[in-house]
């Protein structure tokens, strides 16, 4: 600044954050290496979980028709076999809802790592190469893990309904089209009535 100054040229400056070789290690480690390293564990573990649950969810899918192509057994009553028809049924939307629910953390935590691995990359790389990476590389990387933050609620509202749900609520300043049917209605009359002395509400 005071050679410019001296000099009479602009005055205009900018701040260069620069790091020594251990803090850009330590940091990028700290904050992106090692949690990449427990999350890809993590969801290596959840990948073949769900995996498990779609061979399960196919077997029963073969039980089920077999099932439903062949007469019932002597012996057999109605009820005990709709029974087991809904427990299937039960069983393999729970499966459903959770290998969803993993593939959707994978591809968040997935554009995560995408966003953010080129800054953390370069960030290690650049005290090794005498911090000759351009200023507007890093900029790209910077501006790069910033649009992860702006993709997140995009995921969540594209890949969970839930989620879809709630904002459309909120963009829409709360429409009643948008909200879940409640199980009581305003006009629903209500009794009440004791039963082995428990209080029970009739509808």
């Not at 963009?171 to 089209?177: D, P, S």
């Amino acid at each position: 600044i005071e050679q410019r100054r001296h000099n009479g040229s602009s005055n205009s400056t900018s701040c260069v954050f620069m790091v020594n070789k251990p803090y850009a290690l330590t940091c990028s480690l700290v904050a992106f290496y090692i949690p990449l390293v427990l999350m890809v564990l993590a969801y290596q573990r959840i990948y073949i979980t769900a995996r498990a649950h779609a061979l399960q969810i196919s077997m029963l899918q073969r039980a089920g028709g077999a099932g439903a192509s062949t007469p019932g057994t002597s012996g057999a009553s109605p009820g005990v076999g709709a029974t087991s028809e809904s427990a299937d049924h039960q069983r393999n939307h729970r499966m459903r809802t959770e290998t969803k629910a993993a593939k959707t953390l994978c591809i968040i935590m997935g554009c995560f790592c995408l966003c953010w691995a080129p800054f953390f990359v370069t960030n290690v790389v650049d005290p090794f190469i005498g911090y000759t990476v351009p200023e507007q590389l890093w900029t790209a990387c910077l501006w790069l893990g910033y649009i992860n933050s702006m993709l997140n609620p995009i995921l969540y509202a594209f890949l969970n309904k839930s989620f879809r749900r709630a904002f459309l609520i909120i963009l829409c300043c709360g429409r009643k089209r948008y909200r879940r049917p409640s199980i009581m209605t305003s006009g629903t009359t209500c009794t009440a009535t004791q039963i082995n002395g428990s209080t029970h509400v009739l509808k």
